[in-house]
């Protein structure tokens, strides 16, 4: 297990979890998630890697990530999504946490709304 980078937020409201398994080519969420204007201290954004690959799509991003974990599982493992469902739920500090796949999309999510 590797730590590239760990969050150093203290109380946010929401944690994402977003998976991977060295599948995706985007990361479009992350995108999204910088054009917020919902106070960024709020959430926080955690990227859990099954495998040991540093994703590109990721690297684009990096400054919404908040925490961006590669589980390094050995390659001729079966894939169980659990695990990074665990290791998500463990690394968060949200009030609420949320796991998602890292393919979604958001629309804006407006103050008033938040």
């Given amino acids: 297990m590797?730590?590239?980078k760990?969050?150093?937020?203290k109380a946010p409201r929401v944690s994402l979890v977003l998976l991977d398994w060295s599948v995706r080519e985007s990361f479009?969420?992350?995108h999204y998630l910088a054009r917020q204007d919902v106070p960024r201290d709020t959430f926080?954004?955690?990227v859990i890697e099954y495998?040991?690959?540093?994703a590109e799509a990721v690297r684009k991003f990096?400054?919404?990530?908040?925490t961006w974990l590669l589980l390094e599982m050995p390659e001729d493992c079966y894939y169980h999504k659990h695990l990074m469902y665990n290791a998500g739920i463990l690394l968060a500090r949200g009030e609420?946490?949320?796991?998602c796949a890292s393919l979604l999309s958001s629309t804006p999510i407006s103050k008033r709304s938040a």
Avoid: G, P
Avoid at 6 to 9: D, F, G, K
Avoid at 62 to 66: C, G, L, Y
Avoid at 96 to 99: G, K, L
């Fill in 2 to 4: 590797q730590f590239i």
């Fill in 96 to 99: 609420i946490c949320v796991i």
């Fill in 6 to 9: 760990r969050s150093s937020r």
């Fill in 51 to 54: 495998y040991s690959r540093f």
């Fill in 28 to 30: 479009h969420l992350l």
């Fill in 62 to 66: 990096e400054s919404e990530v908040d």
């Fill in 44 to 46: 926080e954004v955690l």
